[in-house]
């Protein structure tokens, strides 16, 4: 596959990424089929994308014209043999866990055709573990969007154990005809680089908040305010899910050890589903 026969591509999962990376690839120019397993989730994923559209041509930073012809490149599935025709790339962005993403892929090579190229989105997880359920693991790598996907800049680009150098190409070429920035990140440990800082740090600021030491909203304001983060640590964690954190971090924890052990304070808003922004609450509320 070369980049200039990219035409559609596969987004699988409306969810908060799904729906972000869909936007992106449609405001480049591509087809865009996006796929989530009910016809409630795929279709608040394209209300995402409106609003989102709406909102950027709102702000000036595209005009309409180019929102309405992003929206029609859009196109929603539920069936996945469907989402999968003709698709020259597939993005995955199933929830962050192995067996489920091992699942998806499983179905998607009996599907996609021969030629496509396949990633993942995966915020941590192995990428050679994934691509080796595939029957192209040397056609398959990360592709690791920022949420929200279109403010931000970064994408990596994280190759497996068995990723040709064609391949690593091919996706960082497409990062940029999306306007992003690509990141080549050499080895596939788990939270690659981004990760691997980030996460440890809303983990931090959790912990610091459990021990009583200081409130949700001091930590935001000092981490903000004082250190010059664009958002406050708990602020953050809610807008990119308190779950997609959690399972990054459980997951380090189970292979780089017990630094990375969850704080207490983020099972319990995981196990109580108030997971920020997307369920209207978590560290703080948004209804
Ligand atoms: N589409 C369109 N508009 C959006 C949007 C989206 N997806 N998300 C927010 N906006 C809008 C807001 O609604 C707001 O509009 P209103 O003022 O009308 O409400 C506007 O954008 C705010 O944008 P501004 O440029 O005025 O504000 P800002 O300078 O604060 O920028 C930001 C917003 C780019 C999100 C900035 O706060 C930021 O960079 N935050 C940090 C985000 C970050 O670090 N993301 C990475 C998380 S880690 C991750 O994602 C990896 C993982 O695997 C866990």
């Given amino acids: 596959m070369r980049l200039e026969d990219v035409q559609r591509i596969a987004v699988l999962g409306a969810g908060n990424m799904g729906h972000g990376i869909a936007e992106v690839a449609a405001l480049a120019g591509y087809d865009v089929a996006l796929r989530d397993i009910e016809e409630e989730f795929v279709r608040d994923g394209y209300d995402q994308i409106e609003w989102s559209l709406g909102k950027l041509a709102e702000k000036d930073r595209i005009d309409e014209e180019a929102a309405e012809a992003a929206l029609d490149r859009v196109e929603t599935f539920v069936d996945l043999a469907d989402s999968l025709a003709d698709a020259d790339v597939v993005i995955e962005v199933v929830p962050e866990r192995m067996d489920i993403k091992k699942d998806v892929y499983g179905q998607v090579v009996e599907h996609a055709p021969e030629e496509a ?51 690593l190409e091919l ?10 920035t690509p990141v080549r990140v050499r080895k596939d440990s788990p939270g690659f680089i981004v990760n691997r800082v980030l996460v440890p740090l809303m983990n931090e600021a959790a912990w610091i908040v459990e021990s009583g030491d200081a409130t949700i909203e001091t930590v935001d304001s000092t981490t903000k305010y004082d250190m010059g983060l664009p958002m406050g640590s708990f602020e953050l964690a809610d807008q990119v899910g308190i779950d997609v954190g959690y399972h990054v971090l459980e997951y380090m924890h189970e292979v780089l050890g017990e630094a990375y052990r969850p704080c207490p304070l983020l099972v319990e808003k995981v196990e109580n589903e108030e997971l920020g922004r997307k369920t209207g609450a978590g560290f703080y509320d948004y209804e």
């Fill in 117 to 167: 190229v396949f990633v993942t989105n995966t915020s941590s997880l192995s990428i050679t573990e994934l691509s080796e359920v595939t029957d192209r693991p040397e056609r398959f790598c990360g592709m690791h969007f920022f949420n929200p996907p279109v403010r931000m800049d970064l994408v990596e680009v994280i190759s497996g154990k068995h990723t040709s150098e064609d391949t």
């Fill in 171 to 180: 996706i960082e070429g497409l990062a940029e005809e999306m306007d992003k």
